[in-house]
């Protein structure tokens, strides 16, 4: 192993404010899990997210997909469509509820949940007694998934759409911001995200749903004197402290945004033109935070260098890179489920490698990277 410094995937960026939040927090005692700071990371995220959206901060991106389901009406026993190119932070809600988690196959151009196979998946439940009961597509690696067709389909069959946002704060289509498509959208607030509030996360909805999953979220305690509760809840909120960090790192997101496409930039002007190489490019229209850099490699264009021949040869100058994520519908624990699609999730998974992609990575470090990808590449 190398004796370099380690350059990570992607690491967490303070700003310089997120302290001074903190510290108004512990000079006011606000250390108990509400207070001013989460209702300020909350209205932050609403105005930043779009107009009519409401915002509930969450203790992660995970209990916000829980929360959602939920809220939608999901029970033990229905299906949920969701798709199966993600981490499993988006289908293990499913089951917390006793649902079933139904995947589908992604689509080339976003590498996101395929319209062609949700329709398709749809139709065959129906089909079979089963119509599902919500649709969780994912805005993967910050790009944003087909949303006009994936709605379109969505309302002609009344399902509703819960929108897993966790990576793509910032990313937008014709300027509609992620976390406003769906009927509720999840973010995700994690340690590698694009900002952080060390752990945490959000849901984003209507004002009925924003409130309703804070009730929920705080042990969904009724009001009374006591400690009465109607309904089982969750203690899913977001802490002060955390929240002062969020609304830190609120303040930098443009920056964040900015910094991790000036990196995307970099590895494509440097290898855009190399065999075998390939990026993920936005469409018309669409516009990605670039939270990470991926790209795919071709072995019968690199003389049978695959994507773990680069994985191998960066982990041993110390440089922390990723596989994409392995689908969902591929993993032990969802080895039973239904899968409707035609490999393209499979192929990404083989030859895809996630790129360091940290906002705070320096010219030295991009120089380091570059050396050990040409050694494989060129």
Same mark, same amino acid.
């Given at each position: 192993?190398?004796?370099?410094?380690?350059?990570?995937?992607?690491?967490?960026?303070?700003?310089?404010?997120?302290?001074?939040?903190?510290?108004?927090?512990?000079?006011?005692?606000?250390?108990?899990? #509400? $207070?001013? /700071?989460?209702? !300020?990371?909350?209205?932050?995220?609403?105005?930043? @997210? *779009? %107009?009519?959206?409401?915002?509930?901060?969450?203790?992660?991106?995970?209990?916000?997909?829980?929360?959602?389901?939920?809220?939608?009406?999901?029970?033990?026993?229905?299906?949920?469509?969701?798709?199966?190119?993600?981490?499993?932070?988006?289908?293990?809600?499913?089951?917390?509820?006793?649902?079933?988690?139904?995947?589908?196959?992604?689509?080339?151009?976003?590498?996101?949940?395929?319209?062609?196979?949700?329709?398709?998946?749809?139709?065959?439940?129906?089909?079979?007694?089963?119509?599902?009961?919500?649709?969780?597509?994912?805005?993967?690696?910050?790009?944003?998934?087909?949303?006009?067709?994936?709605?379109?389909?969505?309302?002609?069959?009344?399902?509703?759409?819960?929108?897993?946002?966790?990576?793509? #704060? $910032?990313? /937008?289509?014709? !300027?509609?911001?992620?976390?406003?498509?769906?009927? @509720? *959208? %999840?973010?995700?607030?994690?340690?590698?995200?694009?900002?952080?509030?060390?752990?945490?996360?959000?849901?984003?909805?209507?004002?009925?749903?924003?409130?309703?999953?804070?009730?929920?979220?705080?042990?969904?305690?009724?009001?009374?004197?006591?400690?009465?509760?109607?309904?089982?809840?969750?203690?899913?909120?977001?802490?002060?402290?955390?929240?002062?960090?969020?609304?830190?790192?609120?303040?930098?997101?443009?920056?964040?945004?900015?910094?991790?496409?000036?990196?995307?930039?970099?590895?494509?002007?440097?290898?855009?033109?190399?065999?075998?190489?390939?990026?993920?490019?936005?469409?018309?229209?669409?516009?990605?935070?670039?939270?990470?850099?991926?790209?795919?490699?071709?072995?019968?264009?690199?003389?049978?260098?695959?994507?773990?021949?680069?994985?191998?040869?960066?982990?041993?100058?110390? @440089?922390? %890179?990723?596989?994409?994520?392995?689908?969902?519908?591929?993993?032990?624990?969802?080895?039973?489920?239904?899968?409707?699609?035609?490999?393209?999730?499979?192929?990404?998974?083989?030859?895809?490698?996630?790129?360091?992609?940290?906002?705070?990575?320096?010219?030295?470090?991009?120089?380091?990277?570059?050396?050990?990808?040409?050694?494989?590449?060129?």
């Amino acid at each position: 192993m190398s004796a370099k410094p380690k350059i990570w995937l992607s690491s967490p960026h303070m700003g310089g404010k997120e302290q001074e939040y903190v510290n108004e927090a512990f000079a006011t005692n606000w250390i108990a899990p #509400l $207070g001013p /700071h989460v209702d !300020g990371f909350e209205k932050d995220l609403a105005n930043y @997210i *779009g %107009s009519g959206i409401h915002v509930a901060a969450l203790s992660t991106g995970t209990a916000a997909i829980h929360l959602g389901l939920i809220l939608l009406g999901v029970k033990a026993g229905d299906e949920v469509l969701c798709q199966s190119f993600t981490f499993c932070g988006s289908s293990n809600p499913i089951t917390y509820i006793g649902a079933v988690p139904v995947f589908v196959d992604s689509e080339p151009d976003t590498w996101n949940m395929s319209p062609e196979f949700l329709e398709e998946a749809i139709k065959d439940r129906i089909s079979k007694g089963k119509k599902p009961a919500a649709i969780i597509p994912v805005h993967l690696y910050g790009m944003p998934a087909k949303m006009e067709e994936i709605l379109s389909i969505a309302a002609r069959y009344e399902i509703p759409v819960l929108e897993d946002a966790a990576e793509a #704060l $910032g990313s /937008h289509i014709h !300027g509609k911001m992620c976390g406003s498509f769906g009927e @509720i *959208g %999840s973010l995700s607030f994690n340690g590698n995200k694009i900002i952080t509030t060390s752990g945490g996360g959000a849901l984003t909805g209507n004002e009925h749903y924003a409130a309703k999953a804070r009730f929920l979220a705080t042990q969904a305690r009724d009001a009374a004197p006591h400690y009465q509760h109607s309904e089982i809840g969750y203690n899913y909120r977001m802490s002060n402290v955390c929240a002062g960090i969020g609304r830190g790192q609120m303040e930098v997101l443009a920056d964040r945004v900015n910094q991790r496409r000036a990196v995307y930039q970099a590895y494509w002007e440097r290898y855009k033109d190399t065999p075998g190489v390939q990026f993920l490019a936005e469409p018309e229209g669409y516009y990605s935070n670039r939270w990470l850099t991926t790209i795919l490699i071709n072995p019968e264009q690199t003389g049978g260098k695959t994507r773990e021949t680069l994985r191998l040869a960066l982990d041993a100058e110390n @440089i922390e %890179s990723r596989p994409l994520w392995k689908p969902m519908h591929m993993q032990p624990v969802f080895a039973d489920t239904q899968f409707y699609g035609d490999g393209t999730c499979e192929r990404l998974f083989e030859r895809g490698l996630c790129l360091p992609s940290g906002s705070n990575l320096t010219q030295e470090d991009l120089q380091r990277i570059f050396t050990a990808m040409d050694a494989v590449l060129k």
